[in-house]
Each structure stands twice: as structure tokens, then as C-alpha cells.
């Protein structure tokens, strides 16, 4: 019989047999935020620039208005107002089997949307979740920042000939990007602890496996302190690399 290692109330042997676990779950949350913070950017910065769109003439003014600002307006509204747990579940268990279904999806059906739904389903659901609802707060982040450069610098622009697009990436994102970095880290950090809510759908990452060896031994202070411990250096981790990046891209911001 394999001795117990105790240190207090602690049961040390409970974390030291699912290590391997615990391992592949913390890959799994890193993988997943790392994913989730590439693309929701993306999408934010999309949405964002869509909700601040403007043209010199009447005609692309109104289809600014209905194309870009109301549809991204609604977008945001809609993924800020409802939880994210809600959100989860209903891209899993509603919109997924719409588009990938092995009888009649309208993106994959067959045997592959069969392989998908089981190997990838929660992991799919998981992405497209988080990045939707990270997108519509980070697109917020680049409204402000957008909005937060002086006007004067975007007529001047136009009044050169820039487009729209040329003014954004070459004269206001490049300034605005620093007074930026702050929010835009506090949301990577939101969503890195925002992952562990895929767990509900069968997502093997950290509180999945704290769940599973919660339920294997009945306790509950192991597993648990052991990913609250884990999500803390993670979390120190990611703050650390955004204030290093805050101190190199943010010097030239200060008044």
C-alpha cells in the first residue's frame, strides 16, 4: 500500500496521481486563451472600427449607418448584455448543431461533421463563445481609444486624400494602441479566468479536472486550491507581459 503524503489538511498523493491531468488541462486553458485573445482582438478591432465608419458622401453615409454602426451596435449590445455561461450553452447546444450536423448542418454534414461534434465539439464551442464575447468588449476598448485622438488629426487626413482605412491603421490606431494596452490587458486577464466556464460543456481544461478529481475522492480543497493556484500564476504571468509592454509602447504617450 502506497504511503499518503499529508501536509496539514492537505492531501498532496490526490494532486500528485492526476498531475497528468492537471497538465493537460492547463495546456488546454492556455491554448484556449491564447486563441481567444488572437481572435477576439481581431473581431474587436473589426467591430470597432465598423462602429466609428464614417464617408464624405450622402449615400455611403447611410450605408455606413445601416451596414456598419447599427449591425455592430446590436453585436455588442447583445454579447455585453447576456452572460457568457448563457452564451456558452447556446452557441453549443443551439448554434453549433446548426451549422455542423451530421444529418443536415449548413456548413458540415456527414460522417466529418460526426468526427468534429465529438473529438472538437466543446473545444469549437468554447472558441467561437469566448471570442464573440471578447470581441464585443474589446471592440468597445477601440471605440474609446479611436474616439480619445483629436479630430483634427482624421480630417486633417482625409483633407490629404486618405481613406478611411488609411487613416485608421496609419495615423489613429498607432496612437491610440498605447492608451489602449491597459484595458486591452485587463481583458486578456478577464479572459484567461472567463475559460473556465467551457468546463460546463466538457472542456477538459483546469476546472474540468478539478471537477473530475473533486468527484473521484469526494474532497474539494485539493483540486480546487490546486487551479485557483494555477489561474494565480497565470494570471501574475499575463500582467507581468502586459506591463512590460505598457512600459516599452506607452513612453510615448505621457503628458
Not at 132 to 149: P, T, V
Amino acid at each position: 500500500m502506497e504511503p499518503i503524503l499529508w501536509f496539514g489538511w492537505f492531501r498532496a498523493d490526490i494532486i500528485a496521481e492526476y498531475a497528468e491531468l492537471f497538465w493537460r488541462g492547463l495546456q488546454m486553458t492556455i491554448a484556449v486563451t491564447l486563441i481567444c485573445i488572437v481572435q477576439g482582438t481581431c473581431l474587436g478591432l473589426a467591430i470597432g472600427m465598423a462602429r466609428v465608419a464614417e464617408a464624405r458622401h450622402a449615400p455611403a453615409r447611410q450605408l455606413c449607418k445601416y451596414l456598419l454602426r447599427w449591425p455592430s451596435t446590436v453585436y455588442v449590445s447583445f454579447f455585453r448584455g447576456t452572460p457568457l455561461f448563457v452564451q456558452i450553452l447556446l452557441i453549443h447546444f443551439a448554434v453549433l448543431p446548426l451549422f455542423i450536423n451530421p444529418a443536415d448542418g449548413l456548413l458540415i454534414s456527414g460522417d466529418t461533421a460526426r468526427s468534429i461534434k465529438q473529438n472538437y465539439g466543446a473545444f469549437v464551442s468554447g472558441i467561437v463563445a469566448l471570442t464573440l464575447n471578447a470581441g464585443a468588449y474589446i471592440s468597445e476598448i477601440f471605440r474609446a481609444g479611436i474616439q480619445s485622438i483629436d479630430k483634427g488629426q482624421v480630417e486633417a487626413s482625409r483633407s490629404l486624400g486618405m481613406s478611411f482605412r488609411r487613416t485608421m491603421f496609419h495615423v489613429v490606431l498607432p496612437q491610440a494602441f498605447r492608451r489602449m494596452l491597459p484595458p486591452l490587458g485587463n481583458n486578456a486577464i478577464s479572459l484567461l479566468k472567463d475559460s473556465s466556464l467551457i468546463s460546463a460543456i466538457g472542456l477538459a481544461e483546469l476546472a474540468y479536472a478539478a471537477r473530475t478529481v473533486a468527484g473521484a475522492y469526494s474532497r474539494y480543497w485539493e483540486p480546487y486550491l490546486t487551479i485557483s493556484l494555477m489561474y494565480w500564476m497565470l494570471t501574475l504571468g499575463l500582467a507581468y507581459g502586459i506591463k512590460k509592454l505598457e512600459t516599452r509602447y506607452g513612453r510615448g504617450d505621457s503628458r
